[in-house]
């Protein structure tokens, strides 16, 4: 459970990221909306609670790492990142255009404080686990990698097969996250290959899983705190989100995996995120 003052910290940090976010995907006028928005909360509790990092030193190489296996909610990471310092906040506004630092899906070679690239789904969560068993490897006992995927990548034989051997080789330093907001691009999972059991489906595979409430922040330093005090098993978080939290336009509609956002949407949306906030809802 997280003192009062951490807790609002985080719901202030996690407020400021989503209208970062919103602003970041409005620069370039679309983009991946509804998974950026349903991370939001674990990328904020890991970057200022629980990650040991440098962002004045990326490439420390007894840092955690994250893998965002799900690397179209690059914008979500690109915010947090950016009020973390790793490059200006300015550049959010330079979302996909020519020249840029942050492109559509996370990139390594050009974004730092990227650890992984993705894009093809599936394949973030084996470099998770890869990275994670160098770590053990190299002798950084004390870092751990994290990694983010989504329900609708949950669907890619790799997901399992990456799952299969880290059970098998008790990687225990690799905590990751399944962000099960219930939809995809092509609609709602339940309608194409509905992920249902995730928590037992991962304990079968010899993991050490929790099934959360996704947006609650207790929930997630909990299931972290708990994971961390397992030994000789990997570790999977089941967050229950909802796909575009936040950005209220987006919220309950199927088509947003990626949309449009115009300057008065952005605004209009900003407003709202801070009306609701400022309620309580």
């Known amino acids: 459970m997280l003192d009062a003052s951490t807790l609002a910290m985080l719901k202030k940090e996690a407020l400021d990221a989503r209208i970062k976010t919103i602003e970041c995907i409005s620069s370039f006028g679309s983009g991946h909306i509804g998974g950026s928005m349903s991370i939001i909360e674990t990328l904020v509790y890991l970057y200022y609670v629980e990650m040991k990092i440098r962002s004045d030193e990326p490439d ?11 690397g179209h909610s690059g914008p979500a990471l690109y915010a947090v990142l950016a009020k973390k310092g790793y490059f200006p906040v300015s550049e959010l506004m330079t979302l996909n255009q020519g020249g840029t630092k942050l492109p559509s899906h996370v990139d390594m070679l050009k974004t730092p404080g990227i650890d992984f690239t993705a894009g ?20 950084y006992s004390g870092s751990y990698t994290y990694a983010i ?24 330093n690799l905590i990751a996250f399944t962000d099960v907001n219930g939809q995809q691009l092509d609609g ?27 947006h609650d922040f207790n929930a997630i330093a909990d299931a972290v705190a708990s994971a961390k005090k397992v030994k000789g098993k990997p570790h999977m978080i089941i967050l229950n989100t909802i796909k575009s939290y936040g950005y ?29 906030e400022e309620a309580g809802e």
């Open 120 to 139: 093809s789904l599936g394949q973030g969560f084996s470099a998770a686990l890869g990275i994670a068993a160098a770590q053990r490897l190299q002798g």
């Open 248 to 276: 209220i336009p987006g919220e309950g509609v199927k088509s947003n995996h990626s949309m449009s956002i115009n300057e008065e949407t952005k605004k209009s949306s900003i407003e709202a995120l801070i009306k609701r």
């Open 188 to 214: 709602y999972t339940e309608d194409i290959i509905p992920m249902h059991h995730l928590k037992e489906r991962y304990e079968t595979f010899g993991f050490d899983a929790y099934a959360i409430n996704g």
């Open 149 to 172: 995927v989504g329900d609708g990548e949950s669907q890619e034989g790799q997901i399992w097969e990456a799952a299969e051997c880290a059970g098998a080789w008790g990687v225990d």
């Open 60 to 70: 420390w190489k007894e840092r955690d790492r994250l893998v965002l296996s799900k």
